[in-house]
């Protein structure tokens, strides 16, 4: 049930607070039919991530990653933002200084309306060269049901004759400086910090509440379950992000 006194008075604090962060992750996009990556359900169940989400997969068959790449594609295409999305998207353009960081890679946010999303994690409509001339693509109005389940395929390749890769980041790998930059300034500098369904296990970004914890914020998990950073949340509502979220949002 949700607890709506919690609620009010987070409300009234989002409205006085000059700044405010929220950091998503595959949680928010549960309900929209996204899977998420631990748990019962989660991808990592039945996908080993070794075999398709650190750049040394990608070097050993990239045609099997860009396969599971096309099929979560084909997934995120078919879903549409949820209440969670919408929610947050009318926060931000209530709220003047608040920042919207994600982990998601699929593009839901931007869906939703919400304008300069931080996507820690990249985006899974990109695809850039995997030897790292610069080349990105826009492949958001690719068919990704047209090669689903399509072996045979030609890889995708870069004008400069490299391979393409999905634009995300894979384990083991640098995240974006100035995509990181700009979220450890908005978590160090917020009066209040929503982490919303994410197992807060995998970092540069599950240290980013923890920042801004540190730095005086209130620190507020939405999630369905505890997580490494139930302990250190000032506030935890405990519940679905397409229900909390709407609840919080009306009050603000
Ligand atoms: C709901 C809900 C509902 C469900 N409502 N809630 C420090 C310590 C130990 C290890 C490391 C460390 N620092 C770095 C590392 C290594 C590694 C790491 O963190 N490993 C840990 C797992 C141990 N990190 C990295 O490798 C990162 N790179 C790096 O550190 O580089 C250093 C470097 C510097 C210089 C040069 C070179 C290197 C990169 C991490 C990249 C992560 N990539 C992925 C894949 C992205 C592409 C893709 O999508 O395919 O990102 S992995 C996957 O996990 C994805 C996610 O963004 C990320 C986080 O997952 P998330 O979003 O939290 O989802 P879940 O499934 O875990 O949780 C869902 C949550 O929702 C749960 O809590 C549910 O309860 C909840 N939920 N339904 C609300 N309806
Ligand atoms: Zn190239």
Redesign the pocket.
């Known amino acids: 049930m949700i607890d709506t006194r919690a609620l009010d008075q987070l409300a009234e604090r989002l409205r006085s607070a000059r700044a405010v962060a929220a950091m998503t992750?595959?949680?928010?996009s549960?309900?929209s039919g996204v899977p998420?990556?631990?748990?019962n359900d989660?991808l990592w169940r039945s996908y080993s991530?070794a075999d398709?989400?650190t750049p040394e997969a990608f070097a050993r068959d990239p045609g099997l990653v860009w396969e599971w790449?096309r099929w979560?594609r084909s997934l995120i295409a078919r879903a549409r933002p949820n209440a969670?999305h919408l929610a947050l998207a009318r926060l931000q353009s209530r709220l003047p200084g608040c920042t919207l960081i994600t982990?998601?890679?699929d593009g839901l946010h931007h869906r939703a309306g919400s304008t300069g999303v931080i996507e820690?994690?990249?985006n899974?409509w990109r695809a850039r060269c995997a030897r790292g001339c610069g080349f990105v693509a826009d492949e958001s109005r690719v068919d990704p049901g047209a090669a689903e389940g399509d072996d045979d395929q030609p890889l995708p390749a870069c004008p400069c004759g490299a391979r393409l890769r999905?634009d995300?980041?894979?384990?083991?790998?640098?995240?974006d400086e100035d995509l990181i930059d700009a979220a450890v300034r908005a978590a160090g500098s917020c009066e209040v910090f929503l982490a919303?369904?994410?197992?807060?296990?995998?970092?540069?970004?599950?240290g980013l509440p923890l920042i801004a914890g540190r730095a005086g914020a209130l620190v507020v998990e939405?999630?369905?379950?505890d997580?490494p950073l139930t302990p250190h949340a000032g506030l935890v509502l405990r519940?679905?992000?397409?229900e909390?979220l709407p609840e919080l949002e009306s009050r603000v």
């Open positions: 992750g595959a949680g928010i549960a309900e998420t990556f631990r748990g989660g991530a398709l989400a790449y979560r969670g982990q998601n890679v820690l994690h990249g899974i999905p995300v980041v894979w384990f083991g790998e640098a995240l919303v369904g994410t197992s807060a296990l995998v970092y540069p970004a599950a939405v999630n369905v379950d997580t519940g679905k992000a397409a909390t």
